[in-house]
């Protein structure tokens, strides 16, 4: 019984059966990474990604997400920004949570990738664009031909606020087409955004 109270402490937040080792995993857990830094372009603006999609990152994620182990969400927190400040990437004006719908939220939960970035922006010291919403409940767009596809996203967004020529931080949790982070860039920029850096825990796309 005791050890079963103490067991949180120091163990690794996935396969919780080992001491951790960097951003709440074990080594045997971070070892099942692939680890990429990544950086390649959406249109014309700059995308890092960390991981490579790679099977016990979709687990990771899946678990995170759809089986509530929110506590993950300090290792994808602690990924993200030990990879920002190492590479200098800290001058921004605001810093955008890839947005979900209020329907997809309600039906998780939480917000998944806002819970992340709630928990680093401060420490960063870069303001939050919560004003940034999604406000239309679209498909996932794999499951859509290329037309689907930006019809799909027409109007999903909406922005009140004045960002005229601030530099913006989007962060997400997996790129695939690029499609929908492309698409929030393109509205970003159409209210004045002079530059949007994306930045992703992983991708499907692989450039090395
Ligand atoms: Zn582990």
Redesign the pocket.
């Known amino acids: 019984m005791i050890d079963f109270l103490f067991l949180d402490v120091g163990i ?1 937040y ?5 001491e951790i080792y960097k951003y709440h ?2 080594q ?2 971070l070892d099942k990474l692939d680890y990429r830094g990544n950086s390649f372009k959406l249109s014309d603006n700059i995308c890092y990604s960390l991981y490579f999609y790679n099977d016990f990152m979709k687990k990771l994620i899946a678990d995170y997400k759809f089986n509530r182990n929110t506590c993950l969400k300090d290792v994808f927190s602690d990924m993200l920004y030990s990879f920002l400040v190492d590479n200098d990437l800290t001058d921004f004006d605001y810093i955008l949570a890839s947005p979900s719908s209020r329907k997809t939220v309600n039906k998780r939960g939480f917000d998944h990738i806002k819970l992340i970035v709630d928990s680093f922006s401060d420490k960063l010291e870069i303001k939050k664009l919560d004003e940034f919403k999604k406000v239309k409940n679209t498909k996932s767009q794999h499951t859509l031909n290329r037309f689907e596809r930006s019809e799909n996203l027409k109007g999903a967004f909406s922005l009140d606020k004045d960002i005229n020529g601030s530099r913006i931080l989007l962060i997400d949790d997996l790129i695939t087409t690029g499609n929908t982070a492309l698409e929030i860039i393109k509205e970003l920029k159409k209210r004045g955004a002079s530059e949007v850096v994306t930045l992703a825990i992983c991708s499907e796309r692989s450039v090395n």
């Not at 996935?14 to 080992?18: H, P, R, T």
């Open positions: 690794c996935s396969c919780k059966k080992e995993l074990c045997k857990c």
